[in-house]
């Protein structure tokens, strides 16, 4: 295994052990090198993820999503992105689904992408009073760093 992966799984136990940072053990975490992206299988809580709870993507063939054309029909539209995406999985046998989010991690450019539901986050914007309660809302994010 790579030492990544076990980085990968430690990182989700923290996040996902942590009840101010996930509801119910949702959220999903994923690591890439060139070829391949591991990501938290549907279903897998993030607090006691092992190997066997990760999907392993090619990421040449995930690249295909964001460039092809589909239905313009809602429900047709999305069982073939979803053909697209179990088209991409390496590790078939595992009989595992990746995350629905896993485009969005592959767009992120950062080898780790940890992705949770904070519960004072989603109460906040959830919150009719999303805008007033989020100062700042109307500038631009801050420069992310690795």
């Not at 996902?16 to 591991?38: L, P, R």
């Not at 990501?39 to 460039?67: F, P, T, W």
Request: charged share 30%; proline share 4%.
């Amino acid at each position: 295994m790579k030492p990544e992966i076990n980085e990968l799984i430690e990182i989700s136990k923290y996040y996902g052990s942590n009840k101010d940072y996930v509801i119910a053990g949702g959220g999903n975490t994923s690591f890439k090198d060139n070829e391949t992206i591991w990501i938290k299988a549907s279903g897998s809580a993030l607090s006691d993820l092992n190997e066997d709870g990760l999907v392993a993507l090619n990421r040449e063939k995930l690249h295909i999503i964001s460039s092809a054309e589909y239905s313009d029909e809602p429900v047709i539209r999305e069982v073939q992105v979803k053909e697209d995406l179990l088209r991409s999985i390496t590790d078939k046998g595992k009989n595992k689904r990746p995350s629905v989010e896993t485009s969005l991690h592959e767009l992120i450019q950062y080898k780790f992408v940890v992705h949770i539901h904070p519960n004072l986050i989603n109460g906040i914007l959830c919150s009719r009073n999303a805008k007033s309660l989020a100062p700042g809302h109307d500038k631009k994010c801050p420069e992310i760093r690795e």
